[in-house]
């Protein structure tokens, strides 16, 4: 029978300390719940990145195993989500679970960024700037999961052109204790490649990274060139894939 996880201690003794599933407990915040079962591991947490996620962790026998029950209990609007090939693993097991699509966890331990901090030329941004902040990510990242008035985006970080606009934007979003994460990174289409992007980057997972043991973002396999900037800022990727109940 799975066992209740109770505390945060707990779970990072299940999970040998993964960033990823610390992340997905949210510090066991309302509403989070968390089995282990043999060599798996499982959280639910409502409304993270603005979706229900069961997050996954171990052996993919053990973690099937889990999910045959949890899924019932947990109900159909939640997402699995683990690394890929435990995610692929765990679906070509089950007959009730299909794919959804794949993506990239990217994570570095705070003590690993060593550039200059301050960043010049970045700040936090108030809520009167909130406006700019989604017009920007209108033009920019329509489809970012981060935009000013979602549930769990905390604050804005921003860099200006001469004229005073906002060039680029970053979110403090979905940060828990032990892991800073960022979200909603965008620069102006007419402006990029000229290090806006990365500037507002640096300073915001600087800020986090003062406060947090671990920094980590999420960004879509396809786009090169923000994984080869995030790596170039010392992070690393690991990738990740979702799936669902069949129906759901």
């Not at 890929?84 to 007959?95: D, G, N, P, T």
Request: hydrophobic residues 50%; proline residues 4%.
């Amino acid at each position: 029978m799975p066992v209740r996880l109770r505390d945060v201690a707990q779970l990072a003794r299940a999970c040998s300390g993964d960033a990823l599933v610390l992340w997905g407990a949210q510090a066991m915040g309302p509403g989070v719940r968390a089995w282990a079962l043999e060599q798996a591991v499982a959280v639910a947490c409502p409304g993270l990145n603005r979706r229900d996620r069961l997050t996954v962790y171990g052996q993919a026998d053990a973690v099937g195993a889990l999910l045959e029950g949890l899924l019932e209990e947990v109900g159909p609007s939640y997402r699995v989500m683990g690394e890929r090939k435990l995610v692929e693993q765990v679906v070509a097991r089950s007959a009730r679970l299909r794919p959804l699509g794949v993506f990239e966890w990217m994570e570095a331990a705070a003590s690993a960024l060593t550039w200059p901090r301050p960043e010049a030329g970045a700040e936090w941004l108030g809520s009167a700037e909130e406006g700019q902040v989604a017009a920007l990510l209108a033009r920019a990242a329509p489809g970012s999961w981060a935009a000013p008035g979602v549930a769990g985006v905390r604050r804005w970080a921003g860099v200006r052109g001469q004229d005073g606009h906002l060039v680029a934007v970053a979110a403090d979003a979905w940060s828990c204790a032990q892991v800073g994460f960022v979200a909603g990174v965008a620069t102006a289409p007419a402006v990029r490649g000229r290090g806006h992007g990365g500037r507002v980057c640096r300073f915001v997972l600087g800020e986090l990274a003062a406060a947090h043991e671990r920094v980590a973002l999420m960004v879509d396999t396809g786009n090169h060139a923000a994984i080869a900037l995030y790596e170039r800022l010392g992070l690393r990727g690991r990738p990740l894939a979702a799936a669902a109940l069949e129906g759901a």
